[in-house]
């Protein structure tokens, strides 16, 4: 039984990091590399969310490579984690 709840346990993280993660990864990016050219009017206000967006995307960062640390041993978990992020991948993307 408890084997069970940890794969759903799984299963569920994964589709959040998939989805939410893939989405903060997005507004990170957008944040850290602006578009807007030098001398415009809202330059100043863009590059003052450059440092958030590196610093989100660190945090997600981190977040993936400690759950491959975590999940490399056992490769069950770590199949059925990246399945559902793919997943969650997939549904971020779909309704963006």
């Known amino acids: 039984m408890k084997k069970w709840i940890k ?3 799984l299963s569920i993280y994964g ?9 903060l990864a997005l ?18 206000e863009d ?3 450059v440092p958030f ?3 989100i995307m ?3 960062l981190i977040t993936m490579v400690a759950t491959f640390i975590v999940l490399r041993k056992n490769k069950t978990n ?5 399945v559902s992020w793919l997943v969650g991948l997939s549904l ?5």
């Open 7 to 9: 794969k759903i346990a």
């Open 15 to 23: 589709l959040l990091q998939g989805s939410v993660g893939s989405y």
């Open 27 to 44: 507004l990170g990016f957008f944040c850290a590399f602006p578009q807007t050219p030098p001398g415009s009017k809202d330059y100043e």
């Open 47 to 49: 590059m003052l969310f």
């Open 53 to 55: 967006g590196y610093i």
């Open 58 to 60: 660190l945090i997600l």
């Open 78 to 82: 770590l199949l059925l984690f990246l």
């Open 92 to 96: 971020c993307h779909t309704l963006i």
